[in-house]
């Protein structure tokens, strides 16, 4: 009988592995047929696959969550570096105070990202994603800001 419960909670188990490989793979196919310029598969899957919680997700949202909060975090560990890379006094001030606004923007970026989870966990997706498209200038912002010095 103990044999029979641990064989079927290990074949539940491979079940579930594969359903959240497959929903990896068949969601990051869709992401990158629907943005190839942007999203490229081996990334996507590879990022997905090395997130503990996205290989427990079960449904397409589960993995927005997981790509959300996996944004959030990102952002704020870029802003902070970036707001130490800041206080280098050995930079120029252009550098310096490019940086700042660059950790600024950074922060701006998390904080959309926060809103566009409450948006997705509330169902509403279209401020979900005007949240995840303002995040998304952050880098372009910073980087620009550079350019302009050239």
Known sequence: MKNSHISSLVSFYLLLVSVSSNLIQESCNKAAKLDPQT????????????????????????LVEVSIEAAITNATSIGS??????ENKSLESFERDGLKNCSWLYSLAGTCLQGAREAFKAKNYATAG?????????????????????
């Open 39 to 62: 999203i490229k598969l081996d990334f996507c899957v590879s990022n997905f696959e090395g997130n503990p919680k996205a290989k427990s997700a079960t449904t397409f949202s589960d």
């Open 81 to 86: 570096i970036i707001s130490k890379l800041s």
């Open 130 to 150: 005007v949240d995840i498209v303002a995040s998304i200038e952050a880098p372009m912002n910073c980087e620009n800001q550079f350019k302009k010095k050239k």
